[in-house]
């Protein structure tokens, strides 16, 4: 049973930048997909970024080139740096792991998710 604790939200002007963290436990994390989703008040949760066991990546089209997950193994964390950030980028964001997923876009994939951290985006 995998355990997921992000951290590293907080409210930040438009054009700034924040670095969200997954912390894991109780579980071989450098097995799994993980992938960062967002939902924003009054609409759907959706697939912001993920990436593979073997490093692959992939992004919502709204944050390429803006955001960059990566993964320290050793550490077993995950990150999403988030630069140039827009007031639409304004969400909870979720940390999500599971061994097999395809695609890592669909959330329904995903049977681990952290509690989520809060992102505010002041223009």
């Known amino acids: 049973q995998v355990q997921l604790v992000e951290s590293g939200g907080g409210q930040v002007q438009a054009g700034g930048s924040l670095r969200l963290s997954c912390a894991a436990s109780?579980?071989?994390?450098?097995?799994?997909?993980m992938a960062w989703f967002r939902q924003a008040p009054g609409k759907e949760r959706e697939f912001v970024s993920a990436?593979?066991?073997?490093?692959?990546?992939s992004y919502a089209d709204s944050v390429k080139g803006r955001f960059t997950i990566s993964r320290d193994k050793a550490k077993n964390t995950g990150y999403l740096q988030m630069n140039s950030l827009k007031p639409e980028d304004t969400a909870f964001y979720h940390c999500?792991?599971?061994?097999?997923?395809?695609?890592?876009?669909?959330?329904?994939?995903?049977?681990?998710w952290g509690q989520g951290t809060q992102v505010t985006v002041s223009s």
């Open positions: 999500a792991a599971d061994r097999r997923v395809f695609p890592p876009t669909l959330s329904a994939q995903y049977n681990y």
């Open positions: 109780g579980g071989t994390f450098s097995e799994y997909v």
């Open positions: 990436i593979t066991r073997y490093g692959s990546t």
